[in-house]
């Protein structure tokens, strides 16, 4: 087997989701190689030098790569796939918008979303929003996978030192054109990799409330997440949201305060080690999954929460 | 413009799916099927797009069994003028018509139809694979705006604000292009009477697809489907300070 991990980063350092999808990777076994793809990104390689069990970093840098568009990104791949048996990207957005493209190219039919690997080409993969677990074999002779990360432990970032060896990218497709980026700016670890999450629902009432759940995350040093109820309503922005239709979450910690636990947002978080509910609805579902309970008004208990940790 | 817009039956959002007892599928008999709440969007962002005055005409395509006519209406019911259902027997949530077939399909359509705009859910909700948009556009050569939670269109050019992880970017897209579409770009509309009645009359062509040249082979066989590992309920604890007494000599996670 030799594999072949799309690295995601932006340009400046790799992120963890990477080092997750090489967990996978370690699970099928075999020569396991990354591609870095984007713009004055050498130090990424470096770092992805150094990342334990890797066999050689591809670079391929260049300006049109900066934004690292799908359109860009794919022909790369399908370059470089001939000599790989597997090809594994993080099922982040970035994965998520890359790989089918680079797969549809290929003739190849993608594997989304696995979370666990049986054989080098039987997976587990959540379906239904994870009402079920379908095993699935695949027949293609190059297997294109995305991984979520919360499914495989991530590999050491350091004790690697593959060799770098430079792509020679060839002309832009210039298909789209970067406008801007408005990213969340945040003091706050990143929610897909945070140790502890701190999530607020609709019980929380307000914008101005979620102010309680942003002062025991940070008295915790923990990421903020929230249900899709309390994103509809308009309390935080869209990237906050923990579930099926945002972001799956697995920390070692999740508080969940306010949330009643609808399945959609069940699906984003239930394999976090502990999970803490505070509702004052004694029969609100969230209570079934939860390893400890408070039947209790979240505007006492949250403040008191946070003054005694 | 032409817009088109393929759309997918699929178990409704609200039903909570049972596995078949032999886990070879999901139990599909007398659930009941809406359209993809994703490819909702799509069509109410299509109808949105028309009733700007920016386009002319929108073309929706299912894949499905004779039943898909009832997505297709319930599309024209929001507003759509047309509709194609490609008919197959296949099982279309897992293991028969997969998204490189589907994105096959849509390719061999739109070599007929041109349409200058294909808007569709990033994802179907039976079988989460968010793949389908982005193989299409892979197969026409055309611009992705994958998960787009805004979308404008000023003659040929396409702005499309994309939900990535940690916030959103801006992109401008070369036309024709594939957009797909993420929660917030819209509020579908709930259909009214008259407009459900006026659906009815609206043209449908049912093909097959060896009309297009196609069978749906599979390629990622389902060995088994389970249910998940159900988490096991734990303790309610008496207040605040139980609360903490217990993650820091308990569960040690604090």
């Known amino acids: 087997m030799s594999i072949l991990i799309l690295a995601e980063h932006d340009n400046v350092s790799i992120k963890t989701t990477t080092l997750n999808t090489i967990g996978a990777a370690v699970k099928i076994g075999g020569d396991i190689d990354i591609v870095v793809i984007g713009s004055n990104c050498g130090v990424v390689a470096e770092a992805a030098s150094k990342i334990s069990n890797v066999n050689k970093v591809i670079l391929a840098d260049a300006e049109h790569l900066k934004h690292q568009t799908a359109e860009e990104i794919a022909p790369i791949i399908v370059d470089l796939a001939k000599s790989y048996s597997h090809i594994l990207a993080p099922a982040t957005t970035f994965g998520k918008n890359a790989l089918p493209r680079a797969a549809a190219l290929l003739d190849m039919q993608q594997i989304s979303d696995i979370i666990s690997v049986e054989s080098v080409d039987t997976f587990k993969r959540p379906v239904y929003a994870g009402n079920a677990i379908a095993t699935v074999q695949s027949s293609d002779s190059i297997k294109l996978i995305t991984v979520r990360s919360t499914g495989f432990d991530a590999v050491d970032a350091t004790g690697g030192s593959a060799e770098i060896e430079n792509y020679s990218v060839g002309a832009a497709v210039n298909l789209s054109k970067f406008i801007k980026q408005e990213f969340t700016k945040s003091e706050r670890p990143e929610l897909s990799s945070a140790k502890i999450v701190v999530s607020g629902g609709r019980g929380v009432g307000s914008k101005e409330n979620f102010d309680l759940i942003e002062k025991l995350a940070d008295k915790l040093g923990a990421a903020i997440g929230a249900s899709r109820a309390a994103v509809d309503a308009g309390y935080v922005p869209n990237d906050y949201q923990v579930g099926q239709t945002g972001k799956i979450v697995a920390p070692d910690l999740y508080i969940a305060i306010g949330i009643s636990g609808a399945i959609q947002h069940l699906a984003g978080m239930k394999d976090s080690k502990v999970i803490v509910a505070i509702n004052k609805d004694e029969d609100a579902p969230i209570f079934s999954i939860a390893d400890y309970g408070l039947v209790a008004d979240l505007f006492d208990a949250v403040p008191e929460l946070e003054e005694k940790l | ?254």
Do not use: H
């Open chain 2, 1 to 254: 413009m032409k817009i088109l817009v393929p759309i997918k039956r699929v178990v409704d959002y609200n039903v909570k799916v049972r596995v078949k007892s032999d886990g070879s599928a999901i139990e599909l008999a007398n659930v009941k099927m809406s359209i993809n709440p994703f490819d909702e969007i799509a069509v109410e962002e299509a109808v949105r797009l028309k009733e700007s005055g920016k386009v002319s005409e929108i073309v929706v395509v299912t894949i499905a069994s004779e039943k898909g006519q009832e997505q297709i209406r319930t599309a024209m019911a929001i507003g759509a003028d047309r509709g194609i259902l490609v008919k197959t027997d296949a099982a279309i949530d897992l293991g028969g018509v997969e998204p490189l077939s589907v994105a096959k399909t849509l390719k061999a359509l739109i070599d007929k139809e041109n349409p200058d705009l294909v808007i569709m859910g990033k994802q179907a909700i039976d079988d989460d694979s968010n793949q389908t948009g982005q193989m299409l556009a892979a197969l026409l050569g055309w611009a992705q705006g994958t998960f787009a939670s805004k979308l404008d269109i000023d003659g040929d050019k396409i702005t499309v604000t994309r939900e990535v992880d940690g916030g959103l970017e801006t992109l401008e897209l070369c036309s024709p292009a594939i957009i797909t579409t993420d929660l917030r770009l819209n509020e579908p509309r709930y259909a009214k009477l008259p407009d459900i009645m006026k659906a009815k009359k609206k043209p449908l062509e049912i093909i097959e697809p060896s009309d297009l040249g196609l069978d749906y082979s599979v390629r990622m066989k389902i060995v088994n489907i389970a249910e998940p590992q159900p988490r096991k309920g734990g303790i309610k604890v008496d207040n605040v300070d139980d609360l903490i007494d217990k993650l820091k000599n308990e569960a040690r996670v604090i």
